[in-house]
């Protein structure tokens, strides 16, 4: 127990210096594909936490590739449009002229429930107050209202 | 650009890591298998003494590299050739040929189990 209790201290620290070193601060700010190194960070830590056999490097080092190559492929977004649209894919509008734009909405598989949700959470009742709607790439929805213009 | 710098940094280290493991383990398995095959030569010309000091010495070589290897390594594999050397040194007090024989063989197999699956073959990846 008391390598247990060693292993916890040391991986928590490493985690969050590995979550400082990939740069985000806020899940909201995240991608999908940064939400997913996060969470796949976190499930490779508890492996050594949980199982004393396993050395501790084998959650050290696949951690630390998977920081690597997270900072490699932002940098990467960053300088090439292409390489962001094929791992970010790019917004999508499902709201225009006031109207759900239904086959966009079919094709994200986002339920009516879940867009009227989604409005109400930004404080809107009424589909026709909306000039545009869009999904981004990290799955927000961002709002352009006729009032707004 | 610092972050590239960092991230290079942290590929050389992983990188560093496991070429350490590689040669670790594959010197391993080429120095404790000499070994091994060098007290099976001892016990076929019947120098008892000799396969026992070389035993010995064995062992001792081992519980030095057994602490690095536990860094690299699951725990469980390594002590299972802790106690295959354990046993061997019991099967040379009490001369039994055919034991001695069969542990060491045992014991070098389980060795290169451990650099087999060390290695980057496909079937490993997988």
Redesign the interface.
């Known amino acids: 127990m008391l390598i247990s209790l060693f292993r916890t201290v040391l991986l928590y620290v490493f985690i969050i210096l590995a979550v400082r070193?990939m740069?985000k601060r806020q899940l909201s700010d995240m991608q999908t594909s940064e939400l997913v190194v996060t969470l796949v960070i976190s499930d490779i830590a508890a492996i050594p936490m949980q199982n004393?056999?396993?050395?501790?490097?084998s959650g050290l080092?696949p951690i630390?590739?998977l920081?690597?190559?997270e900072?490699?492929v932002?940098?990467i977004m960053l300088k090439s449009r292409r390489f962001r649209k094929i791992i970010c894919g790019n917004p999508v509008v499902i709201i225009k002229d006031g109207k759900i734009l239904e086959d966009q909405i079919k094709k994200l598989r986002i339920t009516y429930e879940d867009l009227y949700s989604l409005l109400r959470q930004q404080e809107v009742f009424d589909v026709s107050q909306i000039k545009y709607g869009i999904v981004e790439t990290n799955g927000s929805v961002s709002l352009l209202k006729y009032d707004s213009e | 650009m610092k972050r590239l710098w960092i991230a290079c940094a942290l590929i050389f280290i992983a990188a560093l890591f496991s070429v350490l493991e590689f040669f670790l383990v594959n010197n391993s398995y080429d120095k404790f298998s000499k070994e091994l095959s060098q007290i099976q030569n001892y016990y076929s010309v019947n120098e008892f003494k000799e396969a026992e000091k070389s035993i010995n010495k064995t062992k001792n070589s081992w519980k030095n590299r057994e602490k690095t290897l536990k860094v690299f390594l699951l725990h469980g594999e390594v002590d299972t050739i802790s106690g295959s050397l354990e046993e061997l040194g019991d099967m040379i007090k009490q001369k039994d040929s055919k034991a001695v024989f069969y542990t060491c063989e045992k014991t070098k197999r389980q060795l290169l189990f451990l650099k087999k699956s060390e290695l980057p073959y496909l079937e490993n990846i997988m």
């Open positions: 070193i740069g004393t056999e396993q050395p501790l490097l080092l630390t590739m920081v690597a190559l900072i490699i932002s940098i």
